[in-house]
């Protein structure tokens, strides 16, 4: 599927010529989807689970503790983010990782605290990030990241990025439990699934746009899979690393990478970019 510049598409969309500051043209505030974009994606997705585990078990501060503490940090991140003119490696994928973690305690606090059935949360978070696309699209005339340029699509994005995680958990967490597959062939079940996706993208001729959502949804209970199978006991199905060196061993190569990327700007759409993308 081929996408315009973000200018055009602002100017384009349904319902005529947009208002001058809601939707002034900026340049493009998500990374170009590369591997390492994938890469960085999924070690968040670990992260998020096993930092809300980390924090939540061994620093006692409990599911609403954890939750609340978490919320406000992603709240300043964000913050810092939207006041940003351009996508900002460090910055961006800062927000990833505390959204990751958010995303994870909404769906813990539904099942843990509340006592809301996994299929019930599925099914919630599946029908509100629907409703989030379809406002998106309505409003917007796109769904692409690819032109996610103005103050309104940045804010449906962050929308669908939080609730992709919590969907994520919630029918992970669902898939793991019913099957009972355990870490590693959960892990692998999601990882076919995701290249389910790719075959039917590049092969099919599956729709860009959902495939890349749709794929972005998949790498959350994949993520956890991992981070599971490398920090729970052995005696669980684990590695035994304990969720202390899996978060510490996955946030190095985070920083790792996101510094690579800030240096080199590798995933950097520049101005003048081609006006056909594929996402």
Known sequence: ????????????????????????????KVPEVTAYFWIIKVLCTTVGETA????????????TGVSVLMSALLAVVLVAQFRTAAYRA????????LISVVGTLISDN????????????TAVFAVVLAVVFVVWYRREGTLSIHSVDTTGRESFYWLAVLFTFALGTAAGDLVSERMDLGYWLSAALFAAAI???????????????????TAYVLTRPLGASV???????AGDGGLGLGTVITSVLFLAVILGLVVYLGVTRKDVTEPGHATRHVA
Do not use: C, I
């Open 110 to 121: 539904l099942t843990d605290n509340m006592g809301v059935p996994l299929e019930t949360s």
């Open 227 to 233: 981070g599971d199978y490398l920090s729970q006991p």
């Open 90 to 97: 460090g910055v961006y994928w800062l927000a990833v990782a």
């Open 52 to 63: 809300a585990d980390l924090l939540n078990e061994k620093a006692g501060l409990g599911l």
């Open 195 to 213: 290249a389910a996706v790719a075959v039917a993208r590049f092969a099919l001729g599956l729709d860009a746009v959902w495939s890349f959502w």
């Open 1 to 28: 599927m081929t996408h315009e510049t973000s200018e055009t598409s602002a100017l384009s969309r349904p319902g005529g010529p947009a208002a001058p500051g809601r939707h002034r043209p900026r340049r493009n």
